[in-house]
């Protein structure tokens, strides 16, 4: 039990904006340098009927740097970390949050200090600030989706010694959010992530396969369904990989990652199926992910308990000064 305890303190735990958890942003091959497209419909229930919706998504690489890298997904990660810290001391995201110095982010991902891995996290940072995306009515800002026919990006950048924009010298690396994804996460639209298991992940596709899975496994959970199932072409869009034909190539390319997902108890189990000649996948919820549940839900319900003793003080008084996000909660109960 003492044992458990002290893995469990251990374990870095991040909150991550959902879009980027949904929707691929980077690339699970060596072929970095081509869109990543996505085109979907969904069914949603209206007044008793059934209407289709179509959305689409694209991640556009930088021309010689190429789509982030499974090593960028990580820095980002991080970068996650320093923006929700921000948004919870201010209460709204900096103009310019500070993200620290390139040690400290080679400490966070577990790797050696030296001057290679320091030119990989600018590398990374640039590639990510580079990289744009356009929705198609795909990317949800809480209450609403957004579209666009142009460009956005995730965030700017001033590293250390180069110059702001009031002229000042940055004494620390910087990073200036997009007004899109800002809006997203100061919505709250995230995702409690375990950092430290997937650092420990081997495979790529398992990596990915817990940004995706994790989020969508939420939505059965309080369903009662058991799995959730894909059809291997969707899959294969949303990861995304190389869409093959037959199920031996299919096997050898998804298997080691199911695997190791099952191995860590991510997934409970999978299980391959046809029908009408299409290929689909089962996923079942493993321990591991009902663990990450209780870790994310238990501080809320403790936050929400303190906002409706809140909430029941301030009856009947107005004018009472409060931070924005208890403001937020208060409009949504």
């Known amino acids: ?28 091959s060596k072929d970095r340098f081509k869109r990543i497209k996505c085109e979907w419909e969904d069914i949603i229930i209206k007044n008793g009927e059934k209407i289709i919706v179509k959305r689409s998504w694209e991640v556009a690489p930088e021309i010689k740097m ?53 030119k990989l996290i600018k590398e990374a940072i640039k590639r990510l600030a580079f990289t744009g995306f356009i929705a198609g009515n795909s990317f949800n800002l809480g209450k609403k989706r957004y579209t666009s026919k142009s460009l956005f990006h995730l965030f700017d950048y001033t590293f250390k010694g180069e110059e702001l924009k009031n002229g000042d010298k940055a004494d ?10 800002k809006k997203s996460i100061e919505n709250y639209y995230i995702k409690l992530l375990d950092f430290t298991y997937i650092k420990s992940l081997k495979s790529g596709i398992a990596i990915r396969l817990y940004d995706l899975l994790g989020l969508k496994f939420f939505g059965i959970v309080n369903k009662d369904i058991k799995f959730i199932k894909y059809s291997y072409e969707k899959l294969c869009k949303f990861l995304p990989v190389k869409e093959y034909k037959y199920l031996s190539d299919i096997k050898r390319q ?46 809320k319900q403790k936050a929400l308990a303190e906002i409706k003793k ?10 009472v000064h409060m931070p924005k996000y208890f403001k937020k909660q208060l409009e949504k109960m």
């Open 1 to 28: 039990m003492k044992e458990t305890n002290e893995k469990e303190k251990k374990k870095e735990l991040i909150k991550s904006e959902v879009n980027f958890l949904e929707k691929p942003f980077y690339a699970l």
């Open 66 to 118: 190429g789509l982030p890298t499974i090593f960028d997904m990580k820095v980002f990660r991080i970068i996650e970390m320093f923006i929700q810290q921000n948004l919870k001391q201010n209460g709204k995201i900096s103009d310019s949050v500070d993200i620290g110095s390139r040690y400290q982010l080679c400490k966070i991902l577990g790797i050696e200090n030296h001057s290679g891995n320091r």
């Open 172 to 181: 620390s690396n910087y990073l200036h959010i997009g007004p899109v994804y």
């Open 254 to 299: 998804l298997l080691p990652s199911l695997n190791e997902l099952k191995e860590t108890k991510f997934l409970e189990k999978y299980s391959f199926e046809t029908k009408n000649k299409k290929l689909f996948i089962k996923f079942y919820p493993g321990t591991k992910y009902f663990d990450e549940i209780k870790l994310d839900y238990a501080p």
């Open 310 to 319: 809140i909430r029941e003080m301030l009856k009947g008084k107005d004018n």
